[in-house]
């Protein structure tokens, strides 16, 4: 897998050359808030190296993968999620188009807020 594909839409805006509203970065992580977004709060967690899927995940994946499953809480409650169990969030990883993955770069949607949600 390549660390970056030119031709996606992520990737692009991982680089700063799309816009995006930025939650948070590291040297492996980019997370920004969805451009059509389904909750009060909902952000994307994108790794910076170029992974087309959760099919394409290899056992050095691991670590970041845990990384921001860690820091994705963190950053929910940052955004304004109320805190569990009365509050909380989603995280929902769409892979393939039998899974709904509109965008083929690896990337976790952190949804939550009060509901009713548009597509709960």
Avoid at 40 to 50: D, R
Avoid at 57 to 72: I, T
Wanted: glycine share 10%; proline share 10%; aromatic share 8%.
């Amino acid at each position: 897998m390549s660390l970056h594909d030119p031709n996606c839409l992520f990737c692009k805006i991982i680089a700063g050359q799309i816009p995006s509203k930025k939650v948070y970065e590291d040297e492996e992580l980019f997370v920004f808030h969805d451009i059509h977004p389904w909750a009060p709060v909902h952000f994307l967690m994108v790794p910076k190296q170029h992974i087309p899927s959760m099919a394409q995940l290899q056992p050095e994946h691991a670590g970041l993968l845990g990384r921001m499953m860690v820091l994705a809480p963190q950053l929910a409650a940052q955004e304004g999620c109320r805190p569990y169990p009365q509050g909380g969030f989603r995280v929902i990883a769409n892979t393939g188009d039998d899974g709904g993955q509109e965008v083929h770069h690896l990337h976790l949607h952190v949804i939550g807020g009060p509901r009713p949600w548009l597509k709960g």
